[in-house]
């Protein structure tokens, strides 16, 4: 088994220290190293039984947009943040089809 390893980051002047901010930076972190490992680690439940029936199977991030106005709702997904926010712009815009708000 190998020794675990972990970094050290110099955090901006202004970045406070909070358990919130410190959670966040974690997150990001681990979900970079989850991303260089494909889908994580093969010990997943999950995973393993998926590959055990021939599934192939791919992992990635997805930004999400979402809207609201009113009793109206609509919700994107995307590659990028550009992306959601166009796929939900499109999306808004049929709310508005023939001059009506």
């Not at 955090?11 to 494909?38: C, G, H, K, W, Y």
């Not at 947009?65 to 919700?75: C, L, P």
Request: glycine letters at 4%.
């Amino acid at each position: 088994m190998s020794e675990k390893c972990s970094i050290q980051i110099e955090m901006p002047d202004d970045l406070e220290a909070s358990a919130d901010n410190l959670e966040v930076l974690r997150t990001v972190f681990q979900t970079i190293i989850t991303l260089s490992r494909e889908c994580g680690s093969k010990s997943n439940p999950e995973l393993q039984a998926m590959l055990t029936d021939d599934w192939q199977v791919h992992c990635g991030l997805t930004w999400s947009a979402s809207a609201e106005r009113g009793k109206e709702f609509e919700t994107a997904t995307g590659k990028t943040k550009e992306e959601a926010l166009a796929h939900l712009r499109q999306m808004t815009c049929l709310h508005e089809m023939d001059g009506c708000p």
